[in-house]
Nanobody, 115 residues
Framework: QVQLVESGGGLVQPGGSLRLSCVASGTTLRINAMGWYRQAPGDQRELVAGIVGFTETKYADSVKGRFTISRDRIKNVMYLQMDSLKPEDAGVYYC?????????WGQGTQVTVSS
């Protein structure tokens, strides 16, 4: 079992920055990959950024060059540094952990981008 707790969301103006954190606890040694997903009202949840192990990363085209995903193996924390935020980046951001045979989700953190 893995428990995931996100934090760091909030209200930011366009062009601003936020850093999201996802703290993992439990059997974290079995986590193969993690990711950040975004869900806007009325939309499906979509992958924003993912990390396999601790170094192999991938990003949605819409956030390439602006967002950076990272994972701290000592602290068991995954981060999403979000720069140059746009209104279309807004939504609830969820943390996901992938383990053999099962995925785990956090409860989400709200990101609002508005002037």
């Amino acid at each position: 079992q893995v428990q995931l707790v996100e934090s760091g969301g909030g209200l930011v103006q366009p062009g601003g920055s936020l850093r999201l954190s996802c703290v993992a606890s439990g059997t974290t040694l079995r986590i193969n990959a993690m990711g950040w997903y975004r869900q806007a009202p009325g939309d499906q949840r979509e992958l924003v950024a993912g990390i396999v192990g601790f170094t192999e990363t991938k990003y949605a085209d819409s956030v390439k060059g602006r967002f950076t995903i990272s994972r701290d193996r000592i602290k068991n924390v995954m981060y999403l540094q979000m720069d140059s935020l746009k209104p279309e980046d807004a939504g609830v951001y969820y943390c996901k952990a992938v383990m053999p045979g099962r995925d785990f989700w956090g409860q989400g953190t709200q990101v609002t981008v508005s002037s």
